[in-house]
């Protein structure tokens, strides 16, 4: 018998030509590629802690032949306890990445305009894209800080979505009160502001709480969180939106899939908020050292922007990719960034003491020729 003919099924326009996800590399591939096996990890903003005792507690006595929640029922009444929401306004989702995806597909119309910044998170712009949207980029100022003005023109075009992520990814530093409320006086009443708050928990006490000054607008609002970072739980796949209006979550909850949090990352999400306190001397450690690594870099004459994250962005410059190779050949990953006009910076995630230092001594290679 012969082999039929193979025909090229059609694809999706808007998902075949999608730009890849630029993730960091594994740590395997890292051993691989520099024949060492003790590599520092620092490309994904991942907590070098670990995660809480109480969490890997709780996760032995799981039940993995149970689906898990579709409703994630106890983790949404925690989040509601916690944040003072109400459970309706929370979806839980598969990584706050998910839920990137599910506002975007539960808003969006092919040709719709979506804004965000540049440098930014390159989810925000590649699951717009996926749902047909055009995409408009509002680039940072040359100093690094946020452009407010240049995001309050953005903003006067109504955009359906405007993604902003602050603290932001990747540059670190936070809006502060004044320029958070000129951004939110400039939102029209058709934009869904989306405030990516993936770092929220590392920023410092007289930065706004995006999620307290929202609640008090009329506008309409989603803000992401996420145990990713400051608790330690990414290789679990759990964060969340909170929106501003019980129309919008429901919306998002039929855009995701039924059982998106697996039944580990649901358990584990709740033992995480139950031991806070590990979370918040996790985080006050990490702090002290991200200001340990930033004199650090400020006296090698490099500079980076005040970071209200667990990472430091820092222009090197070298080409970023030729970056990378000099910290893996040291057993180091970092993030070598790739948008136009920032390909000499790279993102470094704070690690342990004895891991910044190791970051330290290969950038001080780079700093010195
Ligand atoms: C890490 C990160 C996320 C994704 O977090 P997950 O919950 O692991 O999907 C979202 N937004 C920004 C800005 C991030 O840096």
New binding site residues.
């Given amino acids: 018998m012969t082999k039929p003919l193979h025909t090229e099924i059609p694809l999706n326009p808007h998902v075949a030509g999608l730009p890849p996800y630029n993730a960091g590399m594994n740590i395997v591939a890292a051993q691989n590629h520099s024949g060492r096996q003790d590599i520092a990890a620092l490309a994904s903003?991942e907590n070098p802690d670990g995660c809480s005792p109480h969490v890997t507690a709780a996760l032995a006595s799981l039940n993995p032949s149970r689906y898990s929640d579709p409703a994630c029922t106890a983790l949404r009444a925690a989040l509601s306890h916690k944040l003072g929401v109400p459970a309706e306004s929370i979806v839980a989702?598969n990584?706050?990445?998910?839920m990137?995806a599910a506002v975007c597909r539960a808003v969006l119309s092919p040709g719709a305009l979506v804004a965000t910044v540049c440098p930014g998170?390159g989810?925000h712009e590649i699951e717009a894209l996926a749902n047909g949207a055009r995409v408009e980029k509002v680039a940072m100022r040359a100093d690094l800080e946020f452009d407010v003005p240049a995001i309050i023109t953005m903003l006067e075009r109504a955009p359906a979505i405007f993604f902003l992520?602050s603290p932001s990814?990747p540059v670190g530093l936070a809006l502060d009160r004044k320029s958070l409320d000129r951004v939110l006086a400039a939102v029209a009443p058709q934009t869904l502001l989306v405030l990516?708050e993936?770092?929220f928990e590392f920023t410092d006490e007289d930065m706004p709480d995006g999620l307290a000054t929202l609640s008090t607008t009329g506008l309409s609002w989603v803000v992401?969180r996420?145990?990713?970072?400051a608790y330690g739980l990414?290789g679990l796949?759990?964060?969340y939106a909170v929106m501003s209006d019980v129309r919008l979550a429901r919306a998002v909850t039929a855009a995701k899939t039924p059982f998106n949090v697996n039944a580990a990352a649901q358990v584990a999400a709740v033992a995480a908020l139950e031991d806070e306190a590990w979370m918040r001397s996790s985080v006050a450690a990490l702090k002290h050292e991200r200001a340990r690594v930033a004199d650090a870099v400020a006296a090698m004459g490099l500079s980076a922007a005040r970071s209200q994250t667990n990472f430091l962005f820092i222009d090197v410059g070298w080409e970023s990719r030729t970056a990378l190779d000099h910290f893996l050949s040291n057993g180091i990953i970092v993030k070598p960034w790739k948008e136009g006009g920032y390909d000499t910076f790279i993102r470094v995630t704070i690690g342990t003491p004895l891991e910044n230092d190791r970051f330290l001594d290969a950038l001080r290679a780079i700093a010195a020729g």
């Fill in positions: 903003n989702g990584g706050s990445e998910e990137i998170f989810l992520s990814n990516d993936a770092y992401l996420t145990f990713s970072k990414a796949r759990v964060g």
